[in-house]
Nanobody, 109 residues
Framework: QLQLVESGGGLVQPGGSLRLSCAFS?????IAWFRQAPGKEREFVAA????????SYADSVKGRFTISRDNTKNTVYLQMNSLKPEDTAVYYC?????WGQGTQVTVSS
């Protein structure tokens, strides 16, 4: 079973930036980021194919978030800029049926 470990979350002021990392063991075709805010369902944020040629984003993060991957390090990143309070959530890394434990992102002044 593929293991996923997220890191990089924290507290940031509105307008700030964070970069999340997802380290994975084994081979992962596509990898995605999801997030879940308190009292809400988990939602899709961004995804990338193995080659990196294909990416997709939720409308709410387009132009602000960028997904990337370094296959030599088995790591996927989520660069988050211009953060808003509504971006506050636990962010999860996912591939197929495998999920990481999540990393908390809090955007607040």
């Amino acid at each position: 079973q593929l293991q996923l470990v997220e890191s990089g979350g924290g507290l940031v002021q509105p307008g700030g930036s964070l970069r999340l990392s997802c380290a994975f063991s084994g081979f992962a075709h596509g990898i995605a980021w999801f997030r879940q805010a308190p009292g809400k369902e988990r939602e899709f944020v961004a995804a990338m194919s193995w080659s990196g040629a294909g990416t997709s984003y939720a409308d709410s993060v387009k132009g602000r978030f960028t997904i990337s991957r370094d296959n030599t390090k088995n790591t996927v990143y989520l660069q988050m800029n211009s953060l808003k309070p509504e971006d506050t959530a636990v962010y999860y890394c996912n591939t197929a049926s495998n999920w990481g434990q999540g990393t908390q992102v809090t955007v607040s002044s």
